[in-house]
C-alpha cells in the first residue's frame, strides 16, 4: 500500500494528515484570525507531520494537495509547500479536487438516498458560488462552475431526484433554491483527513502531476465568467 502526507489550504483553515495503508495515522487543523498566517501555520504543522512519521520511520510515497477551487492564497501556500516536499524528498504529486473533498464525510458519514445528488459549494460573493454537481460514486453530473444561485440553478436536477447541498457556500443558497428535494448537511468544511480515499486512488491509477509545472485551479480563473452583479 502507500503512505501519503495531505496538505489543505483552500479554506480558512489549515489541515494536514498523513495516512498508511488506507488509514488516518496523523491529523493536525488550525485556524488564525491573522492576515498572513496561513504560511507559518502550515510551515509549522508540515514540521510536525514529517517528524511524526521520521520518527516512526514510515516512508513517504507521495503528498496530495487540495486543488481547488479555493482562497487564491491558501492554494498558492500548499500547493507551494507540497511541490517543496516532493522535490526534497523526491515524492509523487496528487491533486485532489476540492469540491470532491468535500462529498467525503457526506458518503462516509450521512445517510442520502441511493439516487441522490451531491452539490458541493465553496462560498464567493453574495449569491455566488461555485459547485459541481456528482452521483454517488463521484461521477460528474455537471463539473466545475461558477454558479449565481437563483431557484432555477439547479432545477433540472431537483425536478428529477434528491439533491444534497453541503460546504461553506451552501447554507446560504438554502432560502433561494426552496425546492421539496433540496436537503442541507451542515458543518461540512474542507479537511486534509478526507483527502485519503481519493488520494490513493488517483495514486493506484498513476494519476499524478508534473512537480515542476502544477498550478492549483484558483477561483479567480471562474471570476470573468461570473455574471456582473449590479451592486458590484
Known amino acids: 500500500m502507500s503512505c501519503i502526507l495531505h496538505i489543505e489550504t483552500s479554506a480558512s483553515a489549515c489541515s494536514v494528515a498523513v495516512s498508511e495503508d488506507s488509514h488516518v495515522i496523523y491529523h493536525d487543523e488550525r485556524t488564525s484570525d491573522h492576515k498572513g498566517a496561513s504560511a507559518e501555520l502550515l510551515g509549522t504543522m508540515v514540521d510536525e507531520a514529517l517528524s511524526f512519521t521520521d520518527s516512526h520511520a514510515i516512508p513517504f510515497d507521495a503528498v496530495a494537495v487540495s486543488a481547488g477551487p479555493g482562497s487564491y492564497t491558501g492554494l498558492r501556500i500548499g500547493v507551494s509547500m507540497a511541490k517543496g516536499i516532493c522535490f526534497g524528498r523526491d515524492l509523487k504529486l496528487i491533486a485532489v479536487p476540492t469540491l ?7 458518503l462516509l458519514g450521512e445517510r442520502v438516498s441511493e439516487d441522490a445528488l451531491l452539490c458541493p459549494m465553496l462560498d464567493a460573493r453574495r449569491m455566488e458560488v461555485y459547485a459541481a454537481v456528482y452521483d454517488r460514486a463521484l461521477r460528474t453530473v455537471r463539473p466545475v462552475g461558477a454558479d449565481v444561485v437563483s431557484a432555477d440553478t439547479y432545477r433540472q436536477w ?12 451552501a447554507e446560504k443558497c438554502m432560502p433561494v433554491i426552496d425546492h421539496p428535494n433540496a436537503h442541507l448537511i451542515e458543518d461540512i468544511v474542507p479537511q486534509a483527513r478526507w483527502m485519503q480515499p481519493l488520494a490513493e486512488r488517483r495514486l493506484m491509477n498513476g494519476q499524478t502531476e508534473d512537480v515542476a509545472y502544477y498550478e492549483p485551479f484558483y477561483l479567480k480563473d471562474f471570476v470573468a465568467k461570473l455574471p456582473k452583479s449590479p451592486l458590484s
Open 100 to 106: 470532491e473533498l468535500l462529498c467525503v464525510p457526506v
Open 158 to 169: 431537483l425536478d428529477r431526484q434528491p439533491v444534497y447541498f453541503f460546504g461553506p457556500g
